[in-house]
């Protein structure tokens, strides 16, 4: 069997690293109405054959219009922010990966083309002149955490690299980019356009709440800046010590990519680790061993499925239907009903949480969550 570690692909599986296989296997982003007798809250058609019995606990989608939940991570080191003493914060500059950009007062039409950068400053109370959303990367509507919070705000389609000249006629005063702007020459045209803040730090996805807290100094808010964060920290204490049974549970997520592979996380630093280490769950120890070259994701074939055996695991199953996987019924989380059949956009606000999309994940996650604090962490 070819078991061997895998960067994974492109921009967009960076933002939800899980899934970027899926960009050289079926192309569908369509993985959420698996069928056969899996017992979720989904809809699900019955397959003409009778396929194996999965227990899978129910994902809770439930309506996020309105909200405004909001959650935290430890500020980046590498980002500094600088301003003039006296009444006015400006000018401020921020220091990021490719240098520092210096805001000169209050910026008014800002264009976000991320959604983590999106989602901090929906979390400020601010909203967009504009969002970007790209077609190549499975991203054809808002995300289901904003809905109700961009209407009306202008969209800037994409089907593969930022579209400058879209951006231009924006006329922005503030650009937010990260992964979309992978070179120095990329940002060196949005600066052109207007000033630009890329990536902060050293990590493939920025800890949300760094660009929160950059968002604070940039907008004049940092009391705000510090209200969101501390609202979604509270919100996840609240359910570590609900359910005292997580501690030292495990998990982990695998693209399951028809006529391909199956990709597992392997990074215990991946964007989704914060939420879970604060609930005091551990990324699966076989997994993380398995990765030798230490770049944070495996790829393993279909019959060694058996090697997923978390506590708790979520799987993007790509339109296939889950009792046809062999073995998928036969690994701890099928049994306990712990394992969570998950949708693109769920993968996406995992790899790359902000400070709406966690409180959104920890709802979706959460008959999970209990039943592995039920069970307890296998041994």
Known sequence: MNRRSSRLLVPVLVAASLIAAACGGDDSADDTDATGPVETSQASEPADSAPTAITTAPVERESTEGSDDTMTTEAASDTTLAADSGDSPYPVT???RAGETTIEQRPERIVSLNVQWTDALLAMGETPTAYMLSSAVGEPEPYPWQAGMLDGVDVISSTGPIPFEKVAELQPDLILVTFAA???SDLALL???APTIGLLGDFEVDP????????GQVLGEPETAAAVIAGVDDEVAAVAADLPGLEGATYTFANLVPGDS???IADPNDGASRLFNSLGMQLEPDIVALDEGAVGRIQISY???GLLQADLVGVLLNGQDPGSIVGLSEIPSAQTGALAIMELSDIVGLNTPSPLSVP???DLLMPSLRIVATEGATE
């Open 94 to 96: 921020i220091t990021h």
């Open 182 to 184: 992978p070179t120095e």
């Open 191 to 193: 600066t052109e356009i």
């Open 208 to 215: 949300w709440v760094d660009q929160v807290e950059v968002l």
């Open 262 to 264: 199956i990709y597992v």
């Open 303 to 305: 019959e060694e499925v």
């Open 360 to 362: 959104y994940i920890l």
